[in-house]
């Protein structure tokens, strides 16, 4: 039997969203992965662009309260944080600053 699935809206520019994802907190790392990924292709098909930092912010914090840290592997933030500035960078995103020591945020 499929658990009940719940929606919840997504925040983005030119109204909310629904985000459809089952009930409770466990996600697998495939379902984490398509959390993220769900919500990246929203954002950027909306704003064309993205701030990094934007990944320790609601709706991305919503998937877990550490952002990235708490889903994925560092090889594999880094790897995101990687694609997020090359689509930056394609767009000609003026703050698509290069990496400093505080452009990912630990807790």
């Known amino acids: 039997m499929r658990p009940r699935e719940t929606s ?16 409770g907190p466990a996600r697998t790392p495939a379902r984490a992965a398509a959390g993220v990924a769900g919500l990246l292709v929203s954002c ?19 998937l877990h309260a550490e952002g990235p840290e708490g889903l994925f ?9 990687h694609i997020i ?16 020591d505080d452009s990912r945020r630990s807790s």
């Open 73 to 81: 592997a560092e090889p594999d933030i880094d790897q995101l944080v």
């Open 85 to 100: 500035r090359g689509i930056n960078t394609n767009a000609n995103y003026p703050a698509n600053a290069p990496p400093s």
């Open 8 to 23: 919840r809206n997504l925040s983005v520019p030119g109204g909310a969203k629904t985000l459809t994802s089952p009930p």
């Open 44 to 62: 950027l098909t909306h704003q064309g662009v993205m701030e990094i930092g934007a990944l320790y912010e609601p709706p991305f914090t919503d």
